[in-house]
């Protein structure tokens, strides 16, 4: 599966942005999908995860309450909604995608995701 993220840009402190990432190649609906994110400086961290259907997500605790992941099955895309943005979400933001085994678990390592998109840059700033 190949995977394209889009949607960052540049936002005011408690601004909101939307991620999308689409997907082509296999069936998407087959995978575990999730987000990361690189800040300057530091390692790659989970941010959110869903399962095939939608039916199981799990959040960084640094974003729960103000990011919500979601997918779309019949356009081939996952979402990542952010609001309430901080200059500490910063970073480059990633969609990954899972062996596209029907998984129902949300994967928070890097190890469990195989593809990856090119990522599309966030930043919080006044």
């Known amino acids: 599966v190949q995977l394209q993220a889009s949607g960052g840009g540049l936002v005011q402190p408690g601004g909101s942005l939307r991620l999308s990432c689409a997907a082509s190649?296999?069936?998407?609906?087959?995978?575990?999908m999730g987000w990361f994110r690189q800040a300057p400086g530091k390692e790659r961290e989970f941010v959110a995860g869903i399962s095939w259907s939608g039916g199981n997500t799990k959040y960084a605790d640094s974003v729960k309450g103000r990011f919500i992941i979601s997918r779309d099955n019949v356009k081939n895309s996952l979402y990542l909604q952010m609001k309430s943005l901080k200059p500490e979400d910063t970073a480059v933001y990633y969609c990954a995608a899972d062996r596209g085994d029907y998984s129902t678990a949300v994967k928070f390592e890097e190890y469990g995701y195989i593809y990856w998109g090119q990522g599309t840059q966030v930043t919080v700033s006044s």
């Open positions: 190649g296999r069936t998407f609906s087959s995978y575990a």
